[in-house]
């Protein structure tokens, strides 16, 4: 009996070790034609592409503005706001838009949240990417792409030139003030 508890000690113990390698996300590859690992301007610069696409996709357009791209000590996230009222009886045609778009592009759905009033959809891509989009107070469109654990490196301003106005130096940023007359329209 006591041979066989320290065979499955052993084994669970080595089961474990080698779950763990490989679960701290780092990207490896050729990143930028460059082989080796992805450093965080690279991360930033491919969660800019994952952000644009999504607000591509969106019919019809919403107007979008950068908000703060944060990093910590080996990750980045990058942040757009939606500047278009999106009304509450539009949130659910939003938020089937930016997952059926997600589903196409492989990300895989981590959670939903249904909430009436704050509802959100969270993916994560084969890379470790996350990426979410989140209704927040006043009704305002969040997305946000957060890498996973990248090589150390300083991290530019995002070149993704928003729909409308800029507001440098402008934080926070106002609540949604573009009306759609698709969005912004409350159900009849």
Known sequence: MKR???IVAVALALGFSLSACGSDHRVQGDAGGKKGR????????????????????????????????TTGTCDVTRRRTVMTIVSASRRADFLD??????????????????????PAVYARTDAGFGISVSFRGKGQVFFEAD?????????ADSTSEP??????GVYPLPRPNVHSDYWSAEAS
């Not at 838009?97 to 704050?118: G, L, P």
């Not at 890498?147 to 991290?155: F, G, L, Q, T, Y």
Request: glycine content about 4%.
């Open 163 to 168: 729909n409308g106005p800029a507001y440098e």
């Open 38 to 69: 992805m450093d965080m301007q690279q991360a930033a610069e491919r969660s800019d592409g994952m952000l644009d696409a999504v607000l591509k996709a969106i019919d019809p357009e919403v107007q979008w503005a950068h908000g703060p791209t």
């Open 147 to 155: 890498s996973p654990c990248v090589k150390e490196s300083k991290v």
């Open 4 to 6: 066989r508890f320290q």
């Open 97 to 118: 838009q930016v997952e059926t778009f997600w589903r196409r592009s492989d990300y895989r759905i981590k959670a939903i949240n249904n909430d009436t009033e704050f």
